[in-house]
């Protein structure tokens, strides 16, 4: 059955503690609300890649992690775009 | 990029407005409540300390969630509260913020399917971008805005990750880099290992792209080099020195860079991804555009990969499931 609307201000302190409907981040757990800590989709799942391979795992980063995660990949493997430079090597 | 701040006083007054919007409805007016997640949930409280106590005595609640991994709606206590949904004038579906508009479709769509006879919609806040507008809505934002209600404190934005001590000074590249003793970075990747200083600073000069650079201890640890387009960030070349790697630059940089790409509006930020991590970068939601592929020999071979910055859902898989 529905709750009164008095039962349900009532019940507030339980339906926080159990976080409803809140998305984990995948790495460290914090509560996923989007202005708050970030909400980033990982994962293939809705990707629409020119390739059309299978999907892969799917889940969701706060921006922190998903900072720590990129910054990570990029410094160990650059992004580049390398390009004639005016300086040649000969 | 715009942070909003809505402070308990101005939610009060939406909360009070739209309590006041209800009760024109007359007999329309809806008597079956369903809050959308936790923020449909405090914003609820607000509101019906705004209805007149004979009307709060009228009220059924019945939460709704909306499930972003699974794409699921759970109706809380589906089998029974299904008659009083049905047998209610109107449901009153209600949360704090609209950002692509796809949990709130989705939980109308499952609320009609149920048998709601109507589904009045409001939200406090929505976002531009939205493909779904409900019936009531307080604020209006940009698509890259954030907006903030309800909160004891208000986040500011940050470089680094919490539990890292922040270090390093990051600038703009300058003329004086060009006069540094070590030239470039040392990379392990041959063909950035070419690119000097004086290299950047030209580019920066001459053709209009953005380098900034992380600096500890007076030495360059790494640099990102950036164009704004109209509609698009490029992360043309990021390189961090092996010396200097793992103490979070990358992500200081990488995060400033997203920053200014949200502040110039842009929808998405594109970059070249070496080919073997490819499948890392489409973790992270790169997507490859499939437009080119670069091979500069020595084992290095670019895609081209790009990452939407706004919100975005399968209108057509929503609207006809």
Known sequence: MPISLAQYLEEAPERDQAAIGLELCEDCGVPLQETIAGYRPTGEQHAKHAVGEPVGAHGAKCSDCYFDRLGTLAEEYPIGRPTAVRRRLV | ?321
């Not at chain 2, 709704?64 to 449901?91: G, L």
């Not at chain 2, 470039?184 to 209009?208: C, F, M, N, P, R």
């Not at chain 2, 109209?230 to 043309?236: F, G, V």
């Open chain 2, 1 to 321: 990029m715009i942070t909003h701040f809505l402070g308990t006083e101005e939610v009060d007054g939406y909360a009070r407005d739209i309590a006041e919007r209800l009760e024109l409805l007359g007999s329309d007016f809806p008597l079956v409540w369903c809050p959308l997640g936790k923020s449909g949930d405090k914003l609820s409280r607000r509101i019906a300390a705004a209805l007149p106590l004979q009307r709060r005595k009228q009220i059924q609640v019945v939460p709704v969630f909306y499930n972003k991994k699974e794409k699921t709606v759970t109706v809380t206590d589906q089998d029974a509260s299904v008659a009083s949904i049905r047998s209610a004038a109107a449901v009153f579906l209600l949360d704090s913020s609209i950002h692509s508009g796809a949990s709130m479709l989705a939980v109308m769509n499952e609320l009609r399917a149920l048998g709601a006879q109507r589904v009045v919609t409001y939200s406090l806040v929505v976002k531009q971008s939205t493909h779904f507008v409900p019936h009531f809505f307080g604020v209006l934002v940009g698509e890259h805005d954030r907006t903030l209600f309800l909160l004891p404190s208000i986040p500011n934005n940050r470089l680094f990750k919490p539990s890292v001590a922040p270090s390093g000074v990051l600038r703009s590249i300058c003329a004086n880099d060009c006069l540094r003793q070590s030239r470039a970075l040392d990379t392990g990747v041959a063909s950035l290992d070419k690119i000097t200083w004086g290299d950047l600073w030209y580019e920066k000069q001459a053709h209009g792209y953005e380098v900034y650079v992380m600096e500890v201890d007076g030495e360059i640890a790494a640099y990102v080099k950036i164009k704004l387009n109209s509609k698009t960030m490029l992360i043309d070349t990021f390189a961090a020195d092996k010396q200097h790697q793992g103490h979070g630059y990358g992500a200081a940089l990488l995060r400033w860079s997203e920053s200014l790409a949200r502040a110039a509006n842009c929808a998405a930020i594109e970059l070249w991804a070496i080919a073997n991590k490819v499948p890392m970068y489409r973790h992270l939601r790169f997507v490859e555009t499939g437009r080119e592929v670069m091979d500069l020999g020595d084992n290095e071979r670019y895609h081209h990969m790009r990452r939407e910055l706004l919100y975005t859902f399968d209108l057509e898989q929503l609207t006809h499931e």
